[in-house]
Nanobody
Framework: EVQLVESGGGSVQAGGSLRLSCAASGRTFDKYTIGWFRQAPGKEREGVACIRNDDGTTYYTDSVEGRFTISSDNAKNTVYLQMNNLKPEDTAVYYC????????????????????????WGQGTLVTVSS
C-alpha cells in the first residue's frame, strides 16, 4: 500500500511558476504510476499528468502540455510537478494519486469518474493563479 502527501501549492501571478511535490511511502514506489489531478470550484476533476516510475513514461493532458513537467526521484520516493507559465485557469486544488497499473491511471485521467478506483490519493494542495 502507498500513502501520498502533497506540498508546494500557493498563490502566484499569471506567467509565474510553482513546483508541487508528492511524497510517497511504501517500498514499491518504483512499481507505481503516480500523477496529478486537479479540481476547480464547480468543475469536474481533471487529469493533469502522470509518470510511470518503472520506465519513466509520462503523459500530459493537452491543456498543460509544454508548460508542466512531471518527474520522479525514486531515491526520495517523490514525484514533482513543475508548473511554468501558469494561467488563471490553472487555479484548482491539485491532488496526487497513484496506481499500480499505468493503464488504470490513464483511464482515470481520461474518464475522471474512474478516479475513485485508483490505489491512493493525497489530501490536495491549493494552487491559485491571479491575472
Amino acid at each position: 500500500e502507498v500513502q501520498l502527501v502533497e506540498s508546494g501549492g500557493g498563490s502566484v501571478q499569471a506567467g509565474g511558476s510553482l513546483r508541487l511535490s508528492c511524497a510517497a511511502s511504501g517500498r514499491t514506489f518504483d512499481k507505481y504510476t503516480i500523477g496529478w489531478f486537479r479540481q476547480a470550484p464547480g468543475k469536474e476533476r481533471e487529469g493533469v499528468a502522470c509518470i510511470r516510475n518503472d520506465d519513466g513514461t509520462t503523459y500530459y493532458t493537452d491543456s498543460v502540455e509544454g508548460r508542466f513537467t512531471i518527474s520522479s526521484d525514486n531515491a526520495k520516493n517523490t514525484v514533482y510537478l513543475q508548473m511554468n507559465n501558469l494561467k488563471p485557469e490553472d487555479t484548482a486544488v491539485y491532488y496526487c494519486a497513484a496506481d499500480f497499473y499505468f493503464t488504470s491511471f490513464l483511464t482515470a485521467m481520461v474518464h475522471p469518474d474512474r478516479g475513485d478506483a485508483l490505489d491512493a490519493w493525497g489530501q490536495g494542495t491549493l494552487v491559485t493563479v491571479s491575472s
